[in-house]
């Protein structure tokens, strides 16, 4: 009898070694792939961005540019609205994903850039990641809940190989699909696929996203309630961020339902938006205008004026993402509200970029983490502070329609809602 046991003991902790090694050796492939596939993006896309900054009359090519992209899409016959959400949905259904969404997603963000639209590069590298995991698991022949983790490996690898924060793209990836639900399963494959991407994109000379702060307060009581007080507007912006986002692709296509006139129109609106203000700075991704927030300077208007030029650059059919933006509204933000609420402006738009960030995408772990990856661990415990009262204040809106808040913000109860 204790012979039996002890095989049966010894059949399971096997299991467990099989299963350890298996994943070990499928999710360093996908992030080999995915390193690869990340770096050349990241590099694709500053390219796209010196180029543009080094002949300005490039911008005057972008109702073109989404012509091409338009174009890209119907040739490949993949649905022009076939992005972020539907890797979401992906990961939780039998969905398949197409690999002609890896090559469509690189070229378009690459000409979005190139040409001066107003997005991030995270939607492409979650979309490529996904991509690639749900490539590689279809070529292993892996089932369906086995896809699903290769698919959060591909998409921690590329946001991995993009931004240089590994432990933020992990968590990302295993937290945002279902809000209150973490996919625990994952997180050994996803971080070895996160650090294997990080270590490509290394390697290949790809400069992680590092900030310096030059000043981080104690965590006092007075410190405690301005942060409280720049977070809680920050997930208001949250929400009006996320309104400007859904209702202007829903009004766009309501108003001019053909793709190739409605990108046309968009990127003719976006050229007469720059000549209006005279800057460039709210074209392409603006991390010089990031980088000057946290050094404590920023226009009191930025915020809103990327809100406006990602909102409408996104909505017209241009493709990148939303999370570099976002970067760009709450940093600015934070450094012009926090200096009023009386923090140091740098670290009010630490504060305004990490409490946005939880409020538009629902993440407060991975958000947490972010903020070590970005700013160092010194300011945690009010970053912490900072990621639940955005996460709490935000509601259930969300960037991503397709992500299924499951419990309540309120209390602790089943909810199973879609973001608004």
Known sequence: MKKNICMQKLRSAGRYVVAFVRWGLLAALTGLVGGGIGTLFHKAVEYATEVRLAHGWILYLLPVGGLVIVGLYHLCRTPENFGTNQILDAIRSEEKVPLALAPLIFLSTVITHLCGGSAGREGAALQLGGTIGSQIGGLFRLDEKDQHILIMCGMSAVFAALFGTPLTATFFAMEVISIGVIYYAGLVPCIISSLTAYGVSVFFGAEPVRFALSHVPDPTVPTIFQVIGLSALCAVLSILFCLAMHKTHHYLQKWIPNGYLRAFCGGGAIILLTLLLGTTSYNGAGMDC??????????????????????????????????????????????????????????????GLIALFCGVVNSPIASMVLSIELFGAQGLLLFAIACGVSFMLSGYYGLYSSQKIMYSKLRAEYINIHAK
């Open 290 to 351: 990031i980088t000057d927030a946290i050094g404590g300077t920023a226009r009191p208007e930025a915020f809103a004026l990327k809100i406006l030029f990602t909102a409408v650059t996104i909505g017209a059919g241009f493709k990148g993402g939303e999370i570099v933006p976002t970067f760009f509204i709450g940093s600015t933000f934070g450094c012009v509200a926090g200096s009023l609420l009386g923090l140091d402006p740098g670290f009010g738009a630490a504060i």
